[in-house]
């Protein structure tokens, strides 16, 4: 059973910077596309970037594009979300999801990922 935990998260002023983890366990993480989501009080979840697992192509809301950065360090079975220039919208909880169907980061904001980790809240606030 493949397992995610995510780490990382805490207070950081607007503008800062914080670097998420998500580490995979029970099986390889380079046979998955992996996606970070997130969700704030009282809205929708959003999907906010996803790497794949054939060839590394990697995808961003337009709302992060540009200060986040997703990355895979195969050694060590964990995906990293780059989060730099926050803003206080930016604040949430922030999960990251698996999955192992193909080509499965395509329109990531819409799939539903089939493991989940239980998230680690972000909040960007002066």
């Known amino acids: 059973q493949l397992q995610l935990v995510e780490s990382g998260g805490g207070l950081v002023q607007p503008g800062g910077s914080l670097r998420l983890s998500c580490a995979v366990s029970?099986?390889?993480?380079?046979?998955?596309?992996i996606a970070w989501f997130r969700q704030a009080p009282g809205k929708e979840r959003e999907g906010v970037s996803c790497i794949s697992r054939d060839d590394g192509r990697t995808y961003y809301a337009d709302s992060v594009g540009g200060r986040f950065t997703i990355s895979r360090d195969s050694a060590k079975n964990t995906v990293y979300l780059q989060m730099n220039s926050l803003k206080p919208e930016d604040t949430a909880v922030y999960y990251c999801a698996a999955d192992r169907r193909y080509y499965y980061c395509s329109g990531f904001e819409t799939r539903e990922f089939n493991y989940w980790g239980q998230g680690t809240q972000v909040t960007v606030s002066s």
């Open positions: 029970g099986f390889s993480s380079d046979y998955y596309d």
